[in-house]
């Protein structure tokens, strides 16, 4: 009989349209299958006639004998399908799933059929335990009964009728929750002012079981409910622990040093128990001191290594091409005009003439421009004056003023309806990626007044017509328990009355945080945003209150809407198109504008006298020689000879070596223009950027390569590409397949060199993407490396890292991974960028090699209270988190042994969380100490193999006779001595000169 016998709501069909990617990525011919004999982070149950085991690796679930042996799949690879529960009857498997999007019950079949869907919805259900009368699951979740928000609580599914109910109400996060035999009551862990393991009957209050802080999981009862197990993680030491409630006394019954996975154990007899630990399967027996024997298991998984051919790079074209990097575009009130940002300065469109005129020409950067509602000044933000302070010019005499200079950086300035002050938000200089407290500063200069505090990422404020309130889009967790979210409107009083939200769309996330609204109407009566990808209007009340339904207003891609002054026009960005849309009359038109720039790229010859040259391929320098330069690429290398033709450069105590390349940081305009010499300081040539706002990597991208401020070369994406539920200002939140088809267009059009998925988007929605992309010649990222190896994901991010599960499937609490995942990124070519530096490895360098602290780049290009706050955050660091920095020494051997299994490996460092440049060396310095990297592999991972990864082998990564001329000149030894690495006495990129004291000088 089956048990699962309810209806679907409507939204299943969702769900079956995703599926029909699934028949794209059957194995192919090129495809290679690997066998896993371990598991990192994987769960397992036990069938209730211990014959069976039910295993998870790799998000899928497979069957195994007790005994061991070949495991058998029971899901495909596309449902993330996590922590199996076995039904009593030994009938079904029951599990959380990942498959729609959001975190789900499912169960299916012993034999691998059947495969159902239990529950539905915009809510996560996880970590699901079978009632041992087989007519429940309890399960932990984030929904509520009065549709809010806050946190998880344990509920139950009734699995005939579907019937949910809530069994815990208390406002700490509640989870891993377990029926006893008896099925009278549940145990789970819970965070309530006095943390630990509670038991529950339904429909009774929870009484606590197990007093204990930490972090708790897996808690489960004895077959005869005397006693219970449970796990424990302090940071640095993961136990499996035994509780009897009758003598209140634990015992430890796993090993010193063991890695625990934070998982359920099962019970083979009352003295015997299987749990996983170490990738395995391990039985142990409680009454013995002996050690736990393994449980041997294969699973086969199928990797995708089809070739496709990769976007085709010009470096020697200076052709005119059109500026598509367009910041902020804002329309004045009287709709005639249009300021934006572009190639470093402000510019104005006149509607009707296409050749914009520049406001702004200097290497400073200028951006964020706001209208007075006058139409009689620009405010801003410029570095011009050191950080990125405010200014406003007066259009009628051109002069500029600054009327906030700040210790931090400001950005997103708003007027308010009288013209009287401006909003802005403050950032921490620590980390200029979007963090910002509102301020308000008077229009003519003063002292800016604090109006709310911290914010993570918001968008730029707007403000009602009355100047009562000020909207802005902003992150609402669901829970305490995962940082993810939606962005709502926040609703902020200027006379400091309560904040208050507010969501067109119940429990659906705005668009990307930024300039991408609300903005408020002038008359105060709709407000303009960017959902799903398009735009949309709502009314408002006078306090921001929606009083009518949305209105969707474009069909197209639309980003940074802006209003005209009589509220009955809205200019916005329609990918590489300005337009603006007629609200009386529903008709869009483009905005004709022709604005193109240039590659820099220079003449003449130039001679390289090189001591030594290391040339990104051998482990060897070449001696003596002389590195000829023709324009912008490398003409030959030769021995050295006194007297040829060419401007020379004497390195002839030194050594030349490649570019570096940076393969994972994310960048924001409003660093200013240091922030390209701070690249180029630190011998950085290129930069990879997974994940930014697309307009403001474009920019930079087109500013860097014009020449109009210094800086690398940039390899970019666009937004991070994520699902329901966003975490940062700059993820997308794609939930329907039209609006991936949207974002994809982007894609092609921006000419992007790269797409970046998010941990937070389905496998089935990340298939899709990843077969357009390779038909476009781009490779995809991806937080995951299973299954996305199984349909050609080219690369991951972090070795550990963010991971929508709670824990990660690649590195364990311990930062130990196993087999599964060694084979997975090394026998399916995907390129890994660890960020090693990020894990533990930053301030483990950090605090042991006080040269970092003292490097010139360092103490010449930061604040001095930015230096003195990494000092206090290491000291903290150890002090309070030394767990931290002890795992991290676990993460060396595994990128070593990645290596030798011939992985691909590149540094990045997941920058700013850490420093600009100074953390690409210090990562390049975890590879040889940690990794135990010779300082030549380190070396080809920073420059030829990023290239290669990039997909600019050819051009890039090593210096060879017709590659670019993008090189290092540096004192010492780097290839004995890799801190020499960071010595950087003159850069080149693209055969321009940049020497250091120039670089570290402020223009």
Known sequence: MNPFHFSRPPYYFFFLWMASFATLAQPRPDSVTVTLTEGTNMAM??????????????????????????????????????????????TWVAFQSYRDGNFHLWAVKKDGSGLKQLTYGIYDEREPHWSPDGTQLVFSSDRVSDNSKGNYNIWTLDVASGALTQVTHDPADEYFPSWSPDGKQIIFAAEREQPGIYTVVPGQEATLLIPKAGELSGASWSPDGTTLTYNASTGSTTQLIRYDPATKTETVLSTTGEDVFPFKAAWLTGNELIYTADGQLKRKRIDTKRKPKAIPFQADVTLDRTAYERKKYDFDDTTPRPAKGIMGPVVSPDGTKVVFTALGNLWQLTLGNPTPEKLTDDVYVELDPAWSPDGKFLTYVSDRSGNMDLWVRDLSTGTDKCVADLPGYAMFPSWSPDGTQIAFYENDARN??????????????????????????PSKPTWSADGKTIALSALEHYSGRYREGVSKVLLVSPEGKPDRWMSPLTNRTLGTRGKNGPVWSPDGRKMAYIQDGLLWTVQVDPQGNPVGPPRRLTNELSDVPTWTGDSQTIVFLAIDQLKRVDLLTGTVEEIPMNLSWSPEKPSGTVVIHAGRLFDGKNEHYRENVDVVLEGNRIRDILPHQDGRNGTLVDASDKVVMPGLFEMHSHQYTGVGEILGRTWLSYGITSVREPGADPYDALQRKEAWSS????????????????????????????????????????????????????????????????????????????????????????????????SRRGYSPKLTELNHSYQDVIQIIAQSGINITPTVALTGGFYTEYTRDTTIQTNRQFLALYPAAYVAGMQQSAAMISKIRPGYLENYKAVGPTIRTLLDNG??????????????????????????????????????????????????????????PGKLADLVIVSGDPLQRIEDTWNVETVFKNGIRYDIDALLTKP
């Open 707 to 802: 020449g109009a401020q210094p800086g690398p070369r940039e390899f970019f994406t666009g937004n991070l590409t994520d699902g329901e539920r966003v975490y940062y200002g700059l993820a997308n939140s794609i939930s329907t397949g039209g609006q991936v088809e949207l974002e994809l267009e982007r894609a092609a059009r921006l000419d992007y060199d790269m797409i970046k998925t998010y941990v937070r988007i389905s496998d089935l929605m990340q298939e899709r993407i990843t077969h357009f992309a390779h038909e476009h010649g781009i490779p995809v990222s991806s937080h995951e490396i299973y299954p996305s190896t199984h349909y050609g994901v080219d690369m991951v991010e972090h070795i550990g890292a963010t």
């Open 432 to 457: 200029v990626w979007g963090k910002g407290a509102l301020h308000v500063v008077a229009a003519t200069g003063g002292e800016p007044k604090k109006l709310h505090e911290e914010l993570f990422v």
């Open 45 to 90: 149950a036990l069938s209730p006639d211990k014959s069976t085991l039910a295993l998870d690796v790799q998000g899928t679930i497979w069957s195994v004998p007790v005994a061991g042996g070949k495991a058998v799949p029971l899901t495909d690879p596309y449902n993330d399908a996590r922590q199996p529960t076995w039904s009593p009857d030994g």
């Open 903 to 960: 992985a691909r490996i590149t540094p990045g460092t997941d920058s700013p969380f850490i420093p600009y440049g100074t953390s690409l060396h210090v990562e390049i310095h975890n590879f040889v100490e940690d990794g135990k990297f010779t300082p030549f592999e380190a070396l080809r991972s920073a420059t030829l193999w990023s290239a290669e990864a990039i997909g600019v082998g050819k051009d890039l990564g090593s210096l060879e």
